[in-house]
């Protein structure tokens, strides 16, 4: 299965708001409620930000937020802060192929 | 506390076999799938594969199915990851990742390196 599309690169100064959108298609995305999006900083694990396109586990900043129109899902960050920069990664159910995942390419935002 | 814990980085030959490993802890080994991703060197998130514990169901990624094998063993907590046949294009990071329901990955093992070189 194809990867989901994600922009390569965004950017914002602190305080303002990024989004970071993530297009799939009716098989994923569009079909499902099953959008996960993943943060990871260089040479960490990923952690979850978001899950079931717009739930936050506990722990994490209400500064992030998800949403899906149609084909696309997006994740906002708010009051963007210096520890935000890192890689962003969306991950969808999809009904192509078996595996029943797939995750985006990932973005990278950069906190100017 | 959940944890999964992931074995140690590896330097292998190509040709050569590995299985690495993925110890869950501080919950129910059998009630969670567990899944496999690849992160080549200054590259993306890739699902490999994903395996229920409790029964050994176990789903592939097209691109890996034939490549490697995911396995568990629930008497010792642990999911498994491994190859036959190493090549130079295997070298990556590797990480096993809790699916506790629905689309919620949230526990990520530390990664595990493989490094495939002559």
């Known amino acids: 299965q194809s990867a989901l599309t994600q922009p390569a690169s965004v950017s914002g100064s602190p305080g303002q708001s990024v989004t970071i959108s993530c297009t799939g298609t009716?098989?994923?995305?569009?079909?499902?409620?099953?959008v996960s999006w993943y943060q990871q900083h260089p040479g960490k694990a990923p952690k979850v930000m978001v899950y079931?396109?717009?739930n936050r586990p506990s722990g994490v900043s209400n500064r992030f937020s998800g949403s899906k129109s149609g084909n696309t899902a997006s994740l906002t960050i708010s009051g963007l802060q210096a520890e935000d920069e890192a890689d962003y990664f969306c991950?969808?159910?999809?009904?192509?192929?078996?595996?029943?995942?797939?995750f985006g390419g990932g973005t990278k935002l950069t906190v100017l | 506390e959940v944890q999964l814990v992931q074995s140690g980085a590896e330097v292998k030959k190509p040709g050569e076999s590995l299985k690495i490993s993925c110890k869950g802890s501080g919950y129910s080994f059998t009630t969670s799938w567990i899944g496999w991703v690849r992160q080549m060197p200054g590259k993306g998130l890739e699902w490999m594969g994903i395996?229920?514990?409790?029964?050994?169901?176990?789903r592939y990624s097209p691109s890996f199915q034939g490549q490697v094998t995911i396995s568990a063993d629930k008497s010792v907590n642990t999911a498994y990851l491994q190859w036959s046949s190493l090549k130079a294009s295997d070298t990556a990071m590797y990480y096993c990742a809790r699916q506790h329901s629905a689309s919620l990955f949230d526990y990520w093992g530390q990664g595990t390196l493989v490094t495939v070189s002559s």
């Open positions: 395996i229920n514990p409790g029964d050994s169901d176990t």
């Open positions: 009716s098989s994923d995305v569009g079909g499902y409620n099953f």
């Open positions: 991950n969808s159910y999809t009904t192509s192929g078996t595996l029943g995942w797939v």
């Open positions: 079931d396109v717009s």
